[in-house]
């Protein structure tokens, strides 16, 4: 069981938005940022948002962190097939000094 | 452009061990700290370890702790795994990682293509 949660899956239509959650805690997003990677099956992970709401240069617009309190959320507008892949939420957790990962959400574009 | 590339994999028996390897080209690999994540097969990501930019500072995850330790040699821009006691469940792709600040607490932002690590009798 991962030290933070994300649904399994999240799916939508092209064009479409979609939002996928990550439920932490004091220890972990509530004190530190929260970071998200996608990851194309049989590919490595990619950093798409960090510092809980930062894109790296090259990552579209389209991409979109934000934070309250214990959560982070992941936004993606304009969904294209595309980005079909796993996103993974992850924090520094100051208690555990360890970094956590989320169990990962499998996006489907329909 | 800044690159990753792990190698030492392969398949090993249980409680044997094995020396990971991850040279960096691209950037100042001595400013930056360093990290280790794995993923089982069909699994999710799982953070191993990180190292500081001095190396003065590891973290571990509890799963590989007292079993794996982190290293790295500035002088040849690379960074080290060596996993000892191996068990099954250690069987992964495991990927180095760049941290995008000199700390433990920063977030990996260039990634490896993974090196596959099989322990089977």
């Known amino acids: 069981q991962s030290v933070l949660t994300q649904p399994p899956s999240a799916s939508g239509t092209p064009g479409q938005r979609v939002t996928i959650s990550c439920s932490g805690s004091t220890s972990n997003i509530g004190s530190n940022s929260g970071n998200w990677y996608q990851q194309v099956p049989g590919t490595a992970p990619k950093l798409l948002i960090y510092s809980s709401y930062q894109r790296p240069s090259g990552v579209p617009d389209r991409f979109s962190g934000s934070k309250s309190g214990t959560s982070a959320s992941l936004a993606i507008s304009g969904l294209q097939s595309e980005d079909e892949a796993d996103y993974y939420c992850a924090a520094w957790d100051d208690s555990l000094k360890s970094w956590v990962f989320g169990g990962g959400t499998k996006l489907t574009v329909l | 452009q800044e690159q990753l590339v792990e190698s030492g994999g392969g398949v090993v028996q249980p409680g044997r061990s094995l020396r990971l390897s991850c040279a960096a080209s691209?950037?100042?690999?001595?400013?930056?700290?360093m990290h280790w994540v794995r993923q089982s097969p069909g699994k999710g990501l799982e953070w191993v370890a990180v190292?500081?930019?001095?190396?003065?500072?590891?973290y571990y995850a509890d799963s590989v702790k007292g079993r794996f330790t982190i290293s790295r040699e500035d002088s040849k821009d690379t960074l080290y795994l060596e996993m000892n006691s191996l068990r099954g469940e250690d069987t992964a792709v495991y990927y180095c990682a760049k941290a995008r600040g000199s700390f433990v607490y920063y977030d990996m932002d260039v990634w490896g293509q993974g090196t596959t690590v099989t322990v089977s009798s």
């Open positions: 691209g950037f100042t690999f001595s400013i930056y700290g």
């Open positions: 190292i500081s930019k001095d190396g003065n500072n590891k």
